[in-house]
């Protein structure tokens, strides 16, 4: 394992642990040339995945990328870190039980979704924001009446009110 810090490849292990369920192990590392310490984790790949974008382009499933944008969602919100963890591996396991190697960006947005909204309601708000490219505050308005069992209704005209020409 090459070293973050100076590069070298000679690292040791120094302690070997389960983590996130036993789905993971989490090693502590020391660089042999800097004496550096770090942390890896190893864990189960069941097949390679790709995700095909909108675009059409097909680019490598990124297990990382997928744990950032969920935390940029959860971003000042007390959460669990090893909560987050567990949820980020249950996507992942859903996504590589499905048998399939290419999945849609979409489905992918709907399992984050589907995981954030159980988990926290500003974060589940924040990502479908972004997921469903929100532009407008009434965007907002309708997803929080969607998520609220609301309707978000037009303002009904007053007859007696409306000014007519007639």
Do not use: H, W
């Not at 020391?30 to 790709?50: A, H, K, P, Y």
């Not at 997928?66 to 919100?77: C, E, G, N, P, T």
């Not at 979704?113 to 505050?137: I, P, Q, T």
Request: glycine content about 6%; overall charge negative; aromatic content about 6%.
């Amino acid at each position: 394992m090459r070293c973050p810090y100076c590069g070298a490849d000679n690292s040791q292990v120094k302690d070997s642990r389960p983590s996130e369920d036993a789905a993971a192990i989490r090693r502590r590392r020391v660089c042999g040339d800097c004496g550096g310490r770090f942390t890896t984790f190893e864990r189960i790949q069941l097949r390679e995945l790709s995700v095909i974008k909108k675009s059409g382009k097909r680019v490598p499933f990124d297990r990382d990328k997928l744990m950032r944008s969920i935390q940029v969602a959860l971003r000042k919100r007390q959460v669990d870190p090893e909560r987050v963890e567990r949820m980020v591996s249950g996507i992942v396991r859903q996504l590589e039980s499905r048998g399939e190697q290419d999945i849609p960006a979409e489905e992918i947005g709907l399992l984050v979704m589907d995981a954030l909204k159980g988990f926290d309601d500003v974060a589940y708000v924040r990502f479908a924001s972004v997921y469903r490219n929100f532009r407008e505050a009434k965007d907002f308005e309708a997803f929080l009446g969607e998520l609220t069992g609301e309707e978000t209704q037009e303002p009904v005209s007053d007859p007696e009110t409306e000014n007519t020409d007639a």
